[in-house]
């Protein structure tokens, strides 16, 4: 859920919805678990304001991470680690 309110600068809803963000498999948002190490880039203008990972034109669509590595003036890696203890192996 951290990382996706962060990467995506939305609140979660109370019910997984910035966590189901960042979750790349249908089992993944079945379950509410990730199975997979992920990594999320977080980028910042020069000001230091968050580039959101929506895009504002393709409003239900994330920006890639090359459109975010353009854009940013720094850029923080963000790791997914699988959500249960069976995926880690």
């Given at each position: 859920?951290?990382?996706?309110?962060l990467?995506t600068?939305?609140?979660?809803?109370?019910?997984?919805?910035?966590?189901?963000?960042i979750?790349?498999h249908r089992?993944?948002?079945e379950?509410?678990r990730?199975?997979?190490?992920?990594t999320?880039?977080?980028?910042?203008?020069?000001?230091?304001?968050?580039?959101?990972g929506?895009?504002?034109?393709?409003?239900?669509k994330?920006?890639s991470?090359?459109?975010?590595?353009r854009?940013?003036?720094?850029?923080v890696?963000?790791?997914?680690?699988?959500?249960h203890?069976?995926?880690?192996?």
């Open positions: 859920t951290l990382i996706g309110t990467t600068s939305c609140l979660d809803d109370g019910r997984g919805r910035s966590r189901t963000t979750m790349k089992h993944e948002i379950s509410g990730t199975s997979t190490a992920t999320h880039l977080m980028g910042f203008r020069h000001t230091g304001e968050p580039i959101a929506r895009d504002s034109i393709r409003t239900n994330r920006k991470e090359d459109e975010i590595a854009e940013s003036y720094r850029i890696t963000l790791m997914d680690l699988a959500g203890e069976k995926y880690l192996k």
